[in-house]
């Protein structure tokens, strides 16, 4: 049983190495996500920033249309 499960310190050493290459891959993965999920959370924040901006632009030109007597479409 052992001779046949037994590897190598050469099939050892490869196995190392696919271990080493696949680590840095998942925390070359890990770094994109967290950088997506920044990138998201801050587009997030910058819409509801603007829509906020926006809200605040057409609540005054509700008013300014009201007193100077054009109707305002939106």
């Known amino acids: 049983f052992l001779r046949e499960n037994m590897v190598t310190k050469e099939e050892f ?5 696919k271990v080493n290459i696949l ?3 998942v925390n070359n993965l890990t ?3 967290a950088n997506f999920a920044k ?3 801050d ?5 509801k920033t ?3 901006q926006m ?4 609540d005054w ?3 300014v249309s009201g007193k100077v007597g054009i109707e305002f479409k939106l």
Do not use: C, P, W, Y
Not at 13 to 17: F, H, I, K, R, Y
Not at 43 to 47: G, L, R, V, Y
């Open 13 to 17: 050493s490869g196995l190392v190495d």
């Open 23 to 25: 680590t840095i891959s």
């Open 31 to 33: 770094t994109a996500v």
């Open 39 to 41: 990138q998201v959370n």
């Open 43 to 47: 587009f997030d924040e910058e819409h």
């Open 50 to 52: 603007l829509k906020s």
């Open 55 to 58: 809200s605040a632009l057409q």
């Open 61 to 63: 030109a509700r008013q």
